[in-house]
Antibody
Framework: EVQLVESGGGLVEPGGSLRLSCAASGFLFRKAWMSWVRQAPGKGLEWVGHIKSEADGETTDYAAPVKDRFTISRDDSKNTVFLEMNSLKTDDTAVYYC??????????????????WGRGTTVTVSS | SSELTQDPAVSVALGQTVRITCQGDSLRKYYASWYQQKPGQAPLLLAYGNNNRPSGIPDRFSGSSSGNTASLTITGAQAEDEADYYCNSRDSSGKDQVVFGGGTKLAVL
């Protein structure tokens, strides 16, 4: 069964740090691109960032609100992707989802899609 | 970064057809993907690329695109289709980023 399980969420004070993990199973993790998406309470989905496979350079990209504060990494030997969050703000309060990130093209039109999602882990930033 | 615009709320009568739209400049270069989210659940991929559907997704869900607008059509809406729907695409600003629409809440009457 293809599965993603996030962990590491919790309550943290503003300015603090937290490390989220996402354990993958049921697919060839080392070839997968992985992303993080968050959802603040009562709000819509927001892309946080992604990391490509080792074969694709393990390149990362981040949304502007988290760039220079969040870091995505992966350990292919453990089928796990991480989200290191520093200098946390109250606006970072959200459910954080781990997803696979597929890509393709059709007649020159490129696309991304997130086909497998975890159940999410909740991060609350509050004093 | 690019933006994707969705109507906040749409309604459809049971068994009828509804189109949920997503507009943005990035859609002139990139296909959208569509997701369904029910309360308390993680999003579910419904359609991506040139009307591709993951296995297990009913064929009453279909995606299409024209110009700067992507659409998700539900043909014969069911009560269980009442949910929030989100589009996303690659950002067209030149950076390798992803952008989501604000979401559409669908009511099935």
């Amino acid at each position: 069964e293809v599965q993603l399980v996030e962990s590491g969420g919790g309550l943290v004070e503003p300015g603090g740090s937290l490390r989220l993990s996402c354990a993958a199973s049921g697919f060839l993790f080392r070839k997968a691109w992985m992303s993080w998406v968050r959802q603040a309470p009562g709000k819509g989905l927001e892309w946080v960032g992604h990391i490509k496979s080792e074969a694709d350079g393990e390149t990362t990209d981040y949304a502007a609100p988290v760039k220079d504060r969040f870091t995505i990494s992966r350990d292919d030997s453990k089928n796990t992707v991480f989200l290191e969050m520093n200098s946390l703000k109250t606006d970072d309060t959200a459910v954080y989802y781990c997803t696979t990130l597929g890509s393709g093209s059709h007649y020159g039109y490129y696309y991304y899609y997130m086909d497998v999602w975890g159940r999410g882990t909740t991060v609350t930033v509050s004093s | 970064s690019s933006e994707l615009t969705q109507d906040p709320a749409v309604s459809v009568a049971l068994g009828q057809t509804v189109r949920i739209t997503c507009q943005g400049d990035s859609l002139r270069k990139y296909y959208a993907s569509w997701y369904q989210q029910k309360p308390g659940q993680a999003p579910l991929l419904l359609a991506y690329g040139n009307n591709n559907r993951p296995s297990g997704i009913p064929d009453r869900f279909s995606g299409s695109s024209s110009g700067n607008t992507a659409s998700l059509t539900i043909t014969g809406a069911q009560a269980e289709d009442e949910a929030d729907y989100y589009c996303n695409s690659r950002d067209s600003s030149g950076k390798d980023q992803v952008v989501f629409g604000g979401g559409t809440k669908l009511a099935v009457l």
